[in-house]
């Protein structure tokens, strides 16, 4: 009997969900869809930086919003200090 198995409801009309509710569920699958690309993107940034980005986007791609958003926080965190870093330390030196 399907009522044993927790899925009879899906099958009555009156819980499905409204149209209103998938067209906004739809639009939150692509915005996570163009997060994942944006973070999996090559960029200009450390490694450490971008091995973090690969993480947060595969734990994006597998639901574990927690990891992905402790990843975006060392990389906001690593960014920042970046950031605050004098100039003279982040580049090269060049020997004349």
Avoid: Y
Avoid at 58 to 86: C, K, N, Y
Wanted: aromatic share 6%.
């Amino acid at each position: 009997m399907l009522r044993s198995s927790g899925w009879s409801h899906w099958w009555n009309p009156r819980h499905r969900p409204d149209d209103a509710l998938l067209d906004q569920l739809e639009e939150l699958a692509l915005w996570l869809a163009d997060v994942r690309a944006q973070l999996t993107r090559p960029s200009n940034d450390e490694v450490e930086v971008r091995r973090r980005k690969t993480a947060a986007a595969a734990a994006l791609a597998d639901g574990d919003f927690e990891t992905a958003m402790e990843a975006l926080r060392h990389i906001r965190r690593e960014l920042r200090e970046t950031a605050a870093r004098p100039k003279s330390a982040c580049r090269k030196t060049r020997w004349r």
